[in-house]
């Protein structure tokens, strides 16, 4: 007999489950504070000093200083704090990246500050204060950047046009062709169009198609407008005639190893309404849900959301108006992010 099965026979199978049950809660345990433990090993800190860690960064404040560039009611002066962000960063990525002048992220940066430089002369605004925040060759290097040559970042200007036809663009065109828009017209929202997107949405893959997915609609303007207040990610902007919360049901859930599936199921589903809203000629904007403890409690009180459901991420929703500014948001190429094996 082995030592497994005189165990067996000794211990009483009640006394074994409880044992297994203690095991396997240790087990959970020890899941989630790895997890965690990972993401504290490697996420990036503002003293990182490494190239991915500084890009991360970099691309964090391009992106801050292209939305203030987006802005239809654009404020000459704006950003100085994000400028001494991006100065420190494209510095650190000289420091670490021999070939910088190839980087995306550095070009990028030139790119981005060229906008800021050229719109400000346009306007005649002083840009001397905000220089002073950049070593000479990277301020005169962006002025000299050609916009596009390689990359482009900064702004552009979108026509409702160009939306016109979107039901019957292929999926690349339209994919090719979405941007997230943070400016809408003050038409409202058709409910039918919503329920078109929805209804289409309804074809993302979940895991085992347990459709864990829930969409909140919100359309009163107050309560709008306390949301993103509490969200914090969208000031400045005037209010979206519809707020999507998307969240997902943790009881689709069977135990912890599916512990991070609530937010990849309702990240699809999230995906699909982008599209979706794009492909029905409707304007919309992601809005992450990272929310700390206070920003929960207050989301979950406001829109009634029940404790078993985790926040994925909002989505701002409109019309286009006639002509809107909106980001670059420029991508890598695919060759930086894909591995083949
Ligand atoms: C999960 C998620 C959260 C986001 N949160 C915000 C946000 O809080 N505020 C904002 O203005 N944009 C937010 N965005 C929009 C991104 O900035 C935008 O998607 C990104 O720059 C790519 O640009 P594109 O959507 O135009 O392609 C978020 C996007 C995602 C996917």
Redesign the pocket.
Known sequence: MTVKQTIKRIIPIFVLKVLRKGKKRIADRRANYLQTKRFKRWFSRDDSTDKARVETRLAFDI?RL??GLSHVDFRDGFGKGVLSEISKRMVLLEKVDPRFMENPLYLQGLAVLHEYQSRHKKDGYDLSEVESLFPVRIWNAAFEYQPGAPVNAGSFVMNALSKKDNLSKGFVELAEH?????EYSSEPVPQELLDKVYEVSMKTPSVCNRQATRVYQITDSERIMKALKI????LG?AMPPVLLLVTSDIRAFMNNGERNEPFVDG?LF??SL?YALEAYGLAA??????FNLSQDRQTRELLDIPDYEFP???IAVGNFPESVP????T?YEPEKIVTRI
């Open positions: 992106h292209e939305k979405r941007y997230s828009v943070r969200q914090g990610g969208f902007y990240g999230s995906m982008l904007c992601p809005l992450n849900a990272m994925v991420m909002y909106v980001c670059y948001s991508r």
